[in-house]
């Protein structure tokens, strides 16, 4: 990208955020809704006013890393292992019962089992990005619905590995080349996570000790930021989710000395990139099939969020003893479908799909 034009489109985006967030925040409608917005008048659907969308989604992929990053910091392994429950227990439980529904209506109008199956798990699966990012927006992460949704995205970020490697095998030609014996894929995951907790433990805190000795702030940002790209690089080595590994290294450094100053360190960089993140996305919208078949969008769109929303509150009233309002809260912010980009990075050999948002088509 030439600098000149990485210039224009840097206005451009600047100026999108900088208008359509204000004015979706007076609309009482959230910073979101207008990043998106704003996404959309701007991308190739819209004005088209900026070329690159995917180059752009690449590179605010980090803000969702730097996000789940922060949420780490806040989240000591003691606490994690208390939400053991919530994770694998409602995690679990709304992703089977919610991909299961889904599958049998597609199976209702007349889809195979094999496309209704990757459809359910697809669907059942919701935005970390969305949905984090509004809890934190209304300082809701700490409630008791905001534990909640926190607990079902995070099984739903390890879910996706399971799901992508269930993908090729319903696929009906596979592939000529070799592939990895599970069992070898299944020790390189455990390896993996075992290397960067391990790691973690011995080598984090002295690197910011060091840091923090130079006693320059531009130093101690840079190490903030190299430990979350490496974490995330490594794990992506391992074809596991990059994000999840940013999350693993801010849960790490929860009991450090230094967790206070590593997040405000890193906000600013987290903020930013996120909005550019949500633009981006706005980008990818096909506002011309919304024109041309809206009945259809509109149903489709209605069904998903009635039928997803009954599921989370039915689940969070039955099983977790949630009040109402805190179901019903719960329900909307985990209704939506799909995820971001980076909640799952494949790895070399597995070239099925690069995002929970593709297995929702």
């Not at 002295?206 to 430990?227: C, D, G, M, W, Y």
Request: aromatic letters at 6%; one cysteine or more.
């Amino acid at each position: 990208m030439q600098s000149d034009i990485f210039i224009q489109y840097a206005v451009v985006l600047l100026l999108a955020a900088v208008v359509a967030v204000p004015l979706a925040r007076r609309s009482r409608l959230g910073a979101v809704l207008g990043y998106l917005a704003a996404g959309a008048l701007i991308g190739p659907s819209g004005l088209d006013l900026v070329g690159n969308a995917e180059e752009i989604a690449h590179v605010s992929e980090l803000g969702i890393m730097l996000m789940l990053f922060v949420i780490g910091l806040e989240l000591s392994p003691q606490r994690l292992w208390v939400m053991r429950r919530h994770v694998f227990g409602l995690g679990s439980l709304q992703l089977l019962v919610t991909a299961l529904a889904i599958g049998l209506v597609c199976e209702a109008f007349g889809l195979g089992w094999k496309a209704a199956l990757v459809i359910g798990l697809g669907l059942a699966l919701s935005s970390t990005a969305i949905g984090l990012q509004i809890l934190s927006e209304r300082k809701e992460l700490q409630t008791g619905h905001g534990r909640l949704a926190f607990a079902i995205l995070l099984l739903q970020d390890v879910a996706a590995i399971p799901i992508f490697a269930l993908i090729p095998a319903l696929a009906i030609h596979k592939a000529t080349g070799g592939t990895t014996p599970d069992t070898l894929v299944i020790l390189r995951v455990v390896g993996t996570i075992v290397v960067v907790i391990v790691g973690g433990r011995y080598l984090l805190r002295p690197l910011f000790r060091i840091a923090a000795r130079s006693q320059i702030p531009e130093v101690f940002t840079a190490s903030a930021l190299l430990v979350v790209l490496g974490t995330a690089l490594i794990m992506n080595g391992a074809g596991l989710s990059m994000s999840l590994g940013a999350f693993l290294a801010g849960v790490l450094l929860a009991d450090s000395e230094y967790r206070h100053e590593i997040e405000s360190r890193i906000d600013p960089f987290k903020g930013l990139l996120l909005g550019l993140f949500f633009i981006s996305v706005g980008m990818s919208a096909n506002a011309r099939l919304v024109i041309e078949q809206p009945l259809i969008v509109a149903a489709m769109l209605l069904g998903l969020l009635a039928l997803k929303g009954a599921i989370l509150f039915a689940l969070a009233r039955l099983v977790v003893r949630e009040d109402s309002g805190s179901a019903l809260r719960l329900a909307a912010v985990l209704a939506q479908g799909g995820n971001s980009p980076s909640s799952y990075s494949p790895s070399p050999s597995n070239t099925t799909s690069s995002s929970k948002a593709s297995v929702t088509c």
